[in-house]
């Protein structure tokens, strides 16, 4: 058995594993622990799975503290950067180690994190459109471009999104047209499917926004690095002037999000919801 934490960053929910601790086989652990239906559940309570499993090992003799980042997705892929995750590993490490400000490496690269009493703040290093980076087929960035039913932007906050403004998020079938989107052949390597609707009710810089994970195949409530692609992707289009910061909506909170030429930061609010035991099993062996 291994203990292990659940958190959520605005819905975007977590399993949180010490890397000290084995887990011989990481993809089949978190196949089998997000699984909503049958995967990790509070003590004697019905299964809640998750959107992840995070593998956080914390060098605590640096200054300020730093923790490796894994981000293991329920299909057993390993993403190389997570909004939400980063800002729950920054959480997680502020409890053990008593530092507001942590350094958190991921496949993307290391990103500074401050924990306060309410929000989470992530530097998310710059956003790309570079063709190479996102990535994408096409030789010239991918700007509201028709990719199946929807208009995208493709951009890299950590991870490719293809953004798309729509009317209104609520009234798009994303079961039905993300994957099509996540799997078209100009993304080599499959794209986040992020929709976005500006909420004129509110203020111009405030909008709704949907997420279709590549991963975990399936709709989130909250995703991080597609907040900060709605940002970017309204900043190139020139739907936002450059330096303001936007308030992004996802179903499952709120996030802030500023982007400009020197910083892209993400802030929200973090929640730990319980802590457990779960099994783990040796792989098996063919002798
Ligand atoms: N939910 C995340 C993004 C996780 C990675 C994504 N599913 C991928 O495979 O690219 C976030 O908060 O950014």
């Known amino acids: 058995m291994i203990h292990v934490e659940k958190y959520h960053g605005t819905g975007n929910d977590f399993i949180v594993v010490d890397a000290a601790l084995t ?9 089998k622990y997000c699984d909503r239906e ?22 605590e003799q640096y200054s300020p503290p730093r923790v490796v980042m894994t981000l293991v997705q329920p299909d057993g892929s390993v993403a190389a950067m997570c909004g ?47 063709p190479d980076t996102v990535p994408i087929t096409e030789e010239s960035p991918l700007v509201e471009a028709s990719v199946d039913e929807l208009t995208v932007t493709a951009v890299n906050t950590g991870v490719p999104h293809a953004v798309a403004f ?3 998020v609520a009234a798009v079938d994303l079961q039905r047209v993300g994957p099509s989107v ?3 052949p100009v ?81 929200g609010p973090v929640t730990r919801s319980f802590a457990t035991e779960l099994p783990v099993t040796e792989p098996r062996r063919i002798s």
């Open 38 to 59: 049958t995967g990790i559940s509070q003590p004697d309570a019905e299964a809640i799975g998750a959107d992840g499993v995070l593998f956080l090992a914390l060098e």
């Open 182 to 184: 996540r799997n078209a």
């Open 166 to 168: 729509v009317e209104d």
């Open 84 to 130: 939400n995750g980063v800002r729950c590993a920054a959480a997680w490490a502020a409890e053990k180690t008593g530092s507001d400000e942590l350094m958190i490496d991921t496949l993307a690269g290391t990103r500074r994190a401050t924990v306060g009493d309410d929000t989470v703040r992530v530097e998310m290093g710059q956003p790309s459109f570079d």
């Open 187 to 267: 993304f080599p390597e499959g794209a986040n499917v992020t929709i976005a609707s500006r909420d004129t009710e509110r203020t111009d810089t405030v909008f709704e926004q949907r997420t279709f994970e590549r991963g975990v195949e399936d709709e989130t409530a909250s995703c991080g690095t597609g907040a900060v692609a709605v940002a970017a992707a309204a900043r190139r289009l020139g739907r936002i002037d450059g330096n303001e910061s936007v308030t992004v909506r996802p179903d499952g909170g709120t996030l802030e999000v500023t982007v400009s030429a020197d910083e892209t930061t993400l802030s």
């Open 23 to 31: 887990v011989p086989d990481r993809r089949a652990f978190a196949t």
